[in-house]
């Protein structure tokens, strides 16, 4: 089993920055890929971006691409997120995903954590 603990959301001024940080517990890390979603109110899921066991493999949802970065420290089994030049449209609410799988996918992961709000203000 593994948990996973989001934190760092709040309410930011658009062009502003933010981190995200997702704690991981229960399990070994390193083999886990990890990912971070986002789902705005009245909208479907979104992927934002994936991570593989050595940071080898990364992928972006196009909404983000350029804006953020997703990174890992297996060292501290936490995964992040670092938002810069944030929109109005990025407010959702930011969910981290874990999975044994070989490489990071855009829909499928078996752990989830509980969220954690992002609110830009225009």
């Known amino acids: 089993q593994v948990q996973l603990v989001e934190s760092g959301g709040g309410l930011v001024q658009a062009g502003g920055s933010l981190r995200l940080s997702c704690a991981a517990s229960g399990r070994t890390f390193s083999n886990l890929v990890m990912a971070w979603f986002r789902q705005a109110t009245g909208k479907e899921r979104e992927f934002v971006a994936g991570i593989g066991w050595s940071s080898s493999r990364i992928y972006y949802g196009d909404s983000v691409k350029g804006r953020f970065t997703i990174s890992r420290d297996n060292a501290k089994n936490t995964v992040y997120l670092q938002m810069n030049s944030l929109k109005p449209e990025d407010t959702a609410v930011y969910y981290c995903?874990?999975?044994?799988?070989?490489?990071?996918?855009?829909?499928?992961?078996?752990?989830w954590g509980q969220g954690t709000q992002v609110t830009v203000s225009s």
């Open positions: 995903a874990a999975d044994w799988a070989r490489v990071p996918s855009t829909t499928t992961y078996e752990y």
